[in-house]
């Protein structure tokens, strides 16, 4: 059974930095590109980062650009999201998503619908 399971989520200042991981099991980690969204109440998902298989490769939103990073550690099956200069309006549920490709190199990026697995997010509130 595939799981990803969120967490590092929490309260932060506005101008602060915050660093949520998913830790992923029951799959090969690395035959997965890796992608972060974030989803407030009653909106559409937003794409926020992806990262191919081994690191080579990564995508990021325009919103989240020069403040976040993705990255991923393949011996403990886990990827991360380091955010840096947090506003209030990033506040919402940040989720991981798996993504089974044969391409080393390649990621779907924003295209929800090419991700096999969901975790169920954690909550990231920023404070003005």
């Known amino acids: 059974q595939v799981q990803l399971v969120e967490s590092g989520g929490g309260l932060v200042q506005a101008g602060g930095s915050l660093r949520v991981s998913c830790a992923a099991s029951?799959?090969?980690?690395?035959?997965?590109?890796m992608g972060w969204f974030r989803q407030a109440p009653g909106k559409e998902r937003d794409f926020v980062a992806a990262i191919s298989r081994h690191g080579a490769n990564t995508y990021y939103a325009d919103s989240v650009k020069g403040r976040f990073t993705i990255s991923r550690d393949n011996a403990k099956n886990t990827v991360y999201l380091q955010m840096h200069s947090l506003k209030p309006e990033d506040t919402t549920v940040y989720c991981c998503?798996?993504?089974?490709?044969?391409?080393?190199?390649?990621?779907?990026?924003?295209?929800?619908?090419?991700?096999?697995?969901w975790g169920q997010g954690t909550q990231v509130t920023v404070s003005s």
């Open positions: 029951g799959l090969t980690f690395s035959n997965y590109a």
């Open positions: 998503a798996a993504e089974f490709t044969l391409n080393k190199y390649y990621s779907s990026r924003a295209s929800t619908r090419e991700y096999n697995y």
